[in-house]
């Protein structure tokens, strides 16, 4: 009689590590003048009790992808639409999709899928509709970014010590790790041919770093924001991060320090900030924020 109460308990717990804290989306208006980034009017674009988090923005269209979880601990990927302020499903699945990717050729959503056995597997969607196509299943992805059409570089769980910026070939199989011990922030840096990524150290030190996709040196930009590990890159390639309740602007090459972000309005819903993402134009910016 043990053993069936046991395994109940072992799935229930297995669950419960598996669930996320509530976060919400805030989507801005975004201006930049003299190198100064000016947001306003924040929404919450999400609206929903529990995990709303990871967007990721359409390169053409006004459409917000993210993850966010049901009432039985199962996420989803939705999209809003923020012209439209209609919010739907790309996926409704019995596993878990985490970090939407819109892949280079625009065709697909390209996103983690972690299994009840804890395997997590990268695959890719079609937005027109249709079955998933896995891409990556020997190793535990976390997060991804595309460097080409073939070419990527991951975020491969190990121990708390030893996650790996994974640098790995589609086409051929390859995979060469880069880094140890790095940050959950992986970006393409505008305008270059290079990705960039945090890599952590002891402490609460953190640098901001850059992967040349040609030349395959790694050089750092600049440290972090104390304790912070989200960023995103502006196509003006200005860095931007929050130090959890306000938000900061690096310009590489030009700004000696982070500089605030000026934002007008309501900020109180800025508590706990995370994840960021800006569309193409840079008019716009989502903020994850605790519920």
Request: with cysteine; net charge positive; aromatic share 10%.
């Amino acid at each position: 009689m043990m053993k069936p109460l046991f395994a109940i308990l072992l799935v229930l717990s297995c669950l419960h590590t598996l669930a996320q804290p509530g976060s919400e989306i805030f989507l801005f208006d975004m201006k930049i003048s003299d190198g100064q980034v000016f947001l306003s009017n924040g929404v919450n674009m999400t609206k929903h009790k529990g995990y709303d988090n990871q967007p990721f923005f359409h390169p053409s269209k006004p459409i917000v992808y993210y993850s966010s979880f049901d009432d039985s601990s199962r996420s989803d990927i939705k999209f809003y639409n923020y012209s439209k302020d209609e919010t739907a499903n790309l996926t409704i699945t019995r596993e878990r999709e985490y970090s939407p990717t819109v892949t280079p050729d625009g065709n697909f959503i390209s996103c983690i899928v972690q299994r009840d056995n804890g395997v997590q597997d990268l695959v890719k969607f079609p937005l027109a509709g249709g079955k998933p196509e896995i891409l990556i299943n020997d190793r535990k992805v976390g997060y991804h970014v595309w460097a080409t059409s073939d070419k990527l570089l991951l975020f491969v769980l190990g121990d708390s010590s030893s996650n790996t910026l994974n640098y790995y070939n589609l086409k051929n199989r390859t995979d060469t790790i880069l880094a140890k011990n790095i940050g959950r922030s992986l970006h393409k840096i505008p305008g270059e041919n290079a990705i960039s990524f945090i890599q952590k150290f002891s402490g609460k030190e953190s640098l901001v770093q850059r992967f040349d996709l040609v030349t395959g040196t790694i050089s750092t930009i600049v440290p972090t924001l104390p304790g912070s590990d989200y960023l995103t890159w502006l196509q003006n390639k200005t860095l931007l991060m929050s130090d959890g309740t306000r938000l900061f602007s690096y310009r590489p090459g030009k700004d000696k320090q982070w500089q605030p972000v000026i934002i007008g309005g309501d900020t109180t819903m800025l508590k706990g900030v995370t994840r960021l993402a800006a569309n193409i134009q840079d008019t716009k910016l989502a903020v994850v924020v605790s519920e």
